[in-house]
């Protein structure tokens, strides 16, 4: 079975990249730092990445992030407060202070860092969602409680506990798994309490051994060396359509083509380097988080391998997945960042996984879902998997699976750089890997 868990959904980069964060400017001299690779196929040392001041011009508060920690961060705000670019910035003219959004977003900025710094040790508790919950202005004062819902919510309440918040409670609520900060980042493992039985829940061991037969067995799956997918990506909130292969090889190499009206959109992983390839703006390789997701995806089969693609794992309870129940793990990983992975408890299926992409300004949740399991050469495959975020849901269905089909190595191969990396700018979609 592929590990669909998605990298970014490239196809609705433009729609959710919009208050490019009110301190950059989207004018990158690179948009990833580019690691090389030594003879023999040993990787050298890669240089230091590029600061985000150093690649974009006009950047006065997030100047020392990374620059590919840039994009993630603008997507957090335009998510936090339901804005566009043009809020802040000049279309055409990003490096521009010409409004005065912009100059109050970089206030912001320092008054959220200096509340973490001041209170919190540091850590990031504080962030632009907790007060403006996807609204441009913060809401100060609390909403008049309705009386039925108050009731019918006191009615849920355990015992012994004080009646509910209505603002709380609120379609304006914290982020999942968490209240106004984000503790879930820092101890996945106090997010949820075990469900009543926990003593009785099965090992990770004890899970993965139900999923490799759930999925045809040890035996079968080892025999499975290739893959190839063939069908369609559609993201039904932008009216977008494509069409898209992706080629796999076991254990962790991968190879994906977007086919768009603007264009292939490439990205590939030889089990060291991420890369993208994108018509007119040449060669990019990924880092930090975005490295992570796709690893992800590039794993020959998604959540087999816990132990050792985690830094941590524990299983903390059973909760529903649309009608089933399913054991949910938990997953963290070495340098930092977690994952929560459902496995369904009658068919020991992978249900779903909820990450969190991560930016220096806050996280933004992802659910990937994997259904229409069908046997293709004895193994499991699931042939629609649904990416949900925050603003959209990509669905990727396959028409065809293909077992053990000849992938030439060099498929995953970063290609050279034939055009200078400018990054996505306006205008310029960036392709999904599933």
């Not at 804005?83 to 521009?96: L, N, T």
């Not at 025999?223 to 898209?244: F, I, L, Q």
Request: hydrophobic share 35%; aromatic share 6%.
């Amino acid at each position: 079975m592929a590990s669909h868990q998605p990298i970014r959904n490239r196809i609705a980069i433009l729609a959710t990249l919009t208050l490019a964060g009110a301190a950059l400017s989207i004018f990158p001299a690179k948009l990833r730092a580019q690691a090389e690779s030594a003879a023999g196929g040993q990787q050298a040392a890669a240089p230091k990445p590029k600061t985000a001041g150093e690649a974009f011009k006009n950047i006065q508060v997030l100047k020392d992030i990374r620059q590919d920690e840039l994009f993630p961060s603008m997507r957090y705000i335009t998510a936090a407060l339901g804005v566009r670019c043009d809020f802040c910035h000049v279309p055409e003219h990003f490096e521009k202070d010409d409004k005065p959004q912009k100059a109050r977003a970089r206030e912001m900025m320092k008054m959220m860092f200096a509340i973490n710094n001041d209170n919190f040790h540091g850590h990031r508790e504080i962030t632009c969602y907790t007060c403006h919950r996807g609204s441009e202005h913060p809401v100060g004062m609390p909403a008049v409680a309705n009386a039925s819902a108050m009731g019918a919510m006191a009615a849920q309440m355990p015992p012994g506990r004080n009646t509910p918040n209505p603002a709380a409670n609120s379609s304006a609520g914290p982020p999942p798994g968490g209240g106004g900060g984000e503790r879930l980042e820092h101890d996945p493992g106090d997010a949820a309490a075990p469900s009543p039985g926990a003593a009785s829940l099965p090992t990770v061991d004890d899970i993965i051994a139900k999923y490799t037969q759930a999925l045809g067995g040890a035996d079968v799956i080892q025999k499975a060396g290739t893959r190839v997918e063939k069908g369609t990506v559609d993201v039904p909130e932008r009216n977008s359509h494509n069409t898209m292969e992706v080629f796999r090889k076991a254990p962790d190499k991968a190879f994906a083509i977007l086919h768009t009206p603007m264009g292939d959109i490439v990205e590939g992983y030889d089990g060291v380097v991420a890369w993208e390839n994108h018509q007119g703006h040449g060669v990019t390789e990924e880092t930090g988080d975005s490295l992570n997701r796709v690893k992800d995806w590039a794993s020959f089969i998604t959540g087999l391998d816990l132990k050792r693609d985690y830094a941590r794992v524990m299983v903390s309870g059973i909760e529903k997945i649309g009608d089933h129940d399913a054991y949910r793990v938990f997953a963290s990983r070495k340098e930092g960042g977690m994952e929560r992975l459902y496995f369904d408890t009658q068919s020991g299926l992978l249900l779903r996984v909820d990450a969190r992409i991560d930016s220096p300004l806050g996280s933004l949740p992802q659910e990937t879902s994997y259904e229409d399991y069908r046997d293709v050469s004895g193994v499991k495959i699931p042939f629609t998997i649904r990416v949900a975020k925050i603003d959209s849901t990509t669905i990727y269905k396959w028409s065809s699976v293909e077992m053990n089909v000849p992938v030439g190595e060099d498929r995953f191969a970063k290609p050279a750089d034939a055009a200078p990396a400018s990054g996505p700018q306006p205008g310029n979609p960036k392709a999904p890997t599933p």
